[in-house]
Every structure is written in C-alpha cells, then in structure tokens.
Nanobody, 131 residues
Framework: QVQLVESGGGLVQAGGSLRLSCAAS????????MGWFRQAPGKEREFVAG????????YYADSVKGRFTISRDNAEKTVYLQMNSLKPEDTAVYYC????????????????????????WGQGTQVSVSS
C-alpha cells in the first residue's frame, strides 16, 4: 500500500510557473505507475499527466502538452509536475495518484488515462492562476 502527499500548490499569475511534488510512503515506490489529475470547480476530475515506473515513458493531456512536465525520483519516492506558462484555465485542485503497483511490466499508453487505473490518491493541492 502507498500513501501520497502533494505539496507545492499556490497562487500564481498567468505565465508563471509552479512545481508540484508528491511524496509517497512505502518501500516499493518504483513499482507504481504514477499520474497527476486535476479538478476545477464545477467540472469532473481529468487526467493531466502520467509516468511509467521507470520514468522512461510520459504522457500528457493535450491541454498541457508542451507546458507541463512530469518526472519522478524513485530513490526519493517522489513524483513531480513542473508547470510552466500557466493559464487561468489551469486553476484546479491537483491530485497525485498511483496504480496498484503491479510491478515492472510494459503497459500501453491507454493505461494511463482512466481514473480507474489508479488505486491510491493524495488529498490534493490547490493551484490558482490569476489573469
């Protein structure tokens, strides 16, 4: 089992940057596919970015591609989301998520996008972007 704690959210002006961090507990962090999701007020939670257990594969929603970068440090048991060129429409609560930790196997790109892929969720961190 893994517990996830996000940090790094805050208020930033449009065009600015933030880096979110997600610290994980447990001894086998490297076995988990990780993802970032977000939920804006009045909207459903949506996929933002996903990363494979090794960090070699990353995937992004079209709305953030080229502006956001997901990365992980397995030794530090942390996954990051670097967010650049922020827009007011990026305002949301951002959640870190982990799958079931089934280990070091290949999964297709389609695996990363559904919320049902992920078994563990953090409490979320608020990101607000002013115009």
């Amino acid at each position: 089992q893994v517990q996830l704690v996000e940090s790094g959210g805050g208020l930033v002006q449009a065009g600015g940057s933030l880096r979110l961090s997600c610290a994980a507990s447990g001894r086998t962090f490297s076995r988990y596919v990780m993802g970032w999701f977000r939920q804006a007020p009045g909207k459903e939670r949506e996929f933002v970015a996903g990363i494979s257990w090794s960090g070699a594969s990353t995937y992004y929603a079209d709305s953030v591609k080229g502006r956001f970068t997901i990365s992980r440090d397995n030794a530090e048991k942390t996954v990051y989301l670097q967010m650049n060129s922020l827009k007011p429409e990026d305002t949301a609560v951002y959640y870190c998520a982990a799958d079931s930790g089934r280990g070091y196997r290949y999964v297709s790109e389609n695996y990363y996008y559904p919320q049902d892929t992920y078994h563990y969720w953090g409490q979320g961190t608020q990101v607000s972007v002013s115009s």
